[in-house]
């Protein structure tokens, strides 16, 4: 049988979390640094293919596959870690260190990658600066966007980053949760169908992701978006972590820890 039950995927979620906080930090950062940078090619597939369609929901449906390259490589992504290292602390696996050396170190290295794939992309796609990104369509759409993902929570204040926090949450519950049905299946394939299912419902519903975050408003402010690095990380950066780290952690790791744990059967 390829499906696995819901207690052995537990299991694996303690022994990944527990083998991810005990990596050395050289691992952590390259690790990190791929995952950040597959996101933001994983970002712009998206962009395009909602440009070219017209239709969001295509960009949701192709999203997926830079988290699929992510998972079945072994690579590592903050907001999966979210939600499998707390249970493998909370089990005593590991030492609530070795989960701040994680999420720290890992956090760097998805930001370098998805920073460098951010200029990267910018160069390739203005021909160094020659083409003005607005008679880009795909361009234009990522600065929208890198806009709205600041600009529009600054608008409203308090309001505004209560929001960004609570739409994090949202993400990190389905982004960490692609994260565990990578557990339910014995076989390649359905590995990918089941990650696939959250990862583009997330995606779809256009909750807010600090890695995707880390590449499309970087991009956003190389093609011109009216943004500043103090406009990212007060009203995105921030409280996305933040809600993403709380949604993971709770709402997917200690969730699946406190059903399906042996110690509560």
Not at 45 to 59: C, H, K, P, S, Y
Not at 115 to 128: N, P, S
Not at 211 to 226: C, E, R, T
Request: include cysteine.
């Amino acid at each position: 049988m390829t499906y696995v039950i819901p207690e052995e995927i537990l299991a694996s979620m303690l022994q990944a979390g527990a083998k991810k906080a005990s990596l050395p930090v050289k691992h952590l950062l390259i690790r990190g640094f791929l995952a950040g940078a597959f996101l933001g090619y994983a970002t712009t597939l998206a962009i395009l293919a909602a440009t070219q369609t017209g239709w969001g929901i295509a960009g949701a449906l192709v999203f997926p596959v830079g988290f699929v390259i992510i998972v079945l490589l072994g690579l590592e992504l903050a907001t999966g870690n979210f939600a499998l290292i707390p249970i493998a602390v909370k089990d005593n696996r590991v030492s609530l260190s070795h989960l701040f050396k994680n999420w720290t170190w890992v956090l760097i290295g998805n930001l370098i990658g998805s920073v460098l794939y951010a200029y990267l992309y910018c160069v390739v796609a203005t021909k160094m600066g020659s083409i003005d990104p607005a008679s880009i369509l795909a361009l234009q759409r990522t600065i929208d966007i890198a806009e709205t993902k600041t600009l529009g929570y600054a608008q409203f204040g308090l309001g505004g980053t209560i929001s960004a926090f609570v739409s994090a949450i949202l993400c990190n519950w389905m982004v960490a949760l692609g994260a565990v049905m990578g557990f339910a299946s014995t076989t390649t394939t359905g590995k990918i169908v089941a990650m696939w299912l959250p990862i583009m419902t997330f995606f779809a519903l256009g909750y807010e992701h600090a890695i995707v975050n880390m590449f499309v408003i970087p991009a956003g402010m190389w093609l011109g978006a009216n943004i500043s690095l103090i406009d990212w990380w007060v009203w995105n950066g921030i409280p996305v972590i933040a809600g993403n780290l709380f949604g993971g952690m709770f709402f997917t790791g200690f969730m699946m820890y406190w059903s399906f744990g042996k110690r509560n059967e």
